[in-house]
């Protein structure tokens, strides 16, 4: 199989450019695409990506799948390979490449900086620790699972034009699970750092962050129930 | 929170608001002159000019206009801030967005003083 790879080394090429790189797979399996990555540098060790630990946790290999972001980790060859077909690598979009399909992630973990992405609390601390009912619990699903790996944020046309700017779909899903914590009491502070034009309100419900969520996550859901909520307050 | 002083309300949930609510007066408005189109089959300009006289569609018209001006400022101030970034233009993204913003703000204002002298004009 023609595995074809973004290769670019800032210290040495000009310009970036795809490489062709021929992967022997193995006929009775149905590979992840982080295996064939892994034979694509068995061939050519010079090649770069991010990886750890190789079953959608951590994140870190987060990379546009012939077209599509996804976790190469847990994105099967079939399900973006038709028979006969090219396997296409390339970084995340819209981000800074460092070298090959490592990218420079600064600017998505500042947006997750600037929604506080912590519990704000300011009644004294209880003996042990402070406790939630199963019902408020539950309204974390499907927010709390989001391991940051930028698939989402890195698929937004929104993000592309103002990376600086709009937070974006993985901090404003990460905003909402702060907002809806029964447990956190800075709501105001929140909603008041998220009423300008692009923190939340530049979304314009692409869905292309749901689409390719690796984690089956909903982030245009929750920025509604961000915008739901600033109107409560603001109006 | 990002500091903006150019869009509309400098607060991003006034100029959704203020969106969607000129939005819903222009399907309105728009609805209303289908249905005088429908209503009078021959249309004419005697007929034409006879529904701007009575007072409820002048006001009706001045209303609308307030709001395709609003709906129309708000969405090239996105279009402009989207695509006119330093991302797409280099060092000067900032003066060429800021013409772009002052030629519509100047298109609008033509348009509204125009529509008003037309509504309200003798």
Redesign the interface.
Known sequence: MLVSIYRYNPDADEKPFMQDIQVQLPEDKDLMVLDVLALAKQQDPSVVYRRSCREGVCGSDGMNINGNNGLACITPMSSVVKPGGKLVLRPLPGLPVIRDLVVDMSIFYKQYEKIKPYLINDTAPPAIERLQSPEDREKLDGLYECILCACCSTNCP?FW???D?FIGPAGLLQAYRFLADTRDTGNVERL???????????CRGVMNCVAVCPKGLNPTRAIGHI?SM??QQ?? | MVTNVTNLGRSGLYDWIVQRFSAIILAAYSLCILANFVMNPDMDYQTWSSIFEGNAMRFFSLVTLFALCAHAWIGMWTVSTDYMTSLQLGESATFLRIMFQAGCVLLVAIYLLWGIQIFWGN
Do not use: C, E, M, Q
């Open positions: 929104s034009w103002n990376p700017k008041a750092g998220l009423d300008d034009p692009f923190s939340v309100f530049r915008r600033l109107i603001g109006t």
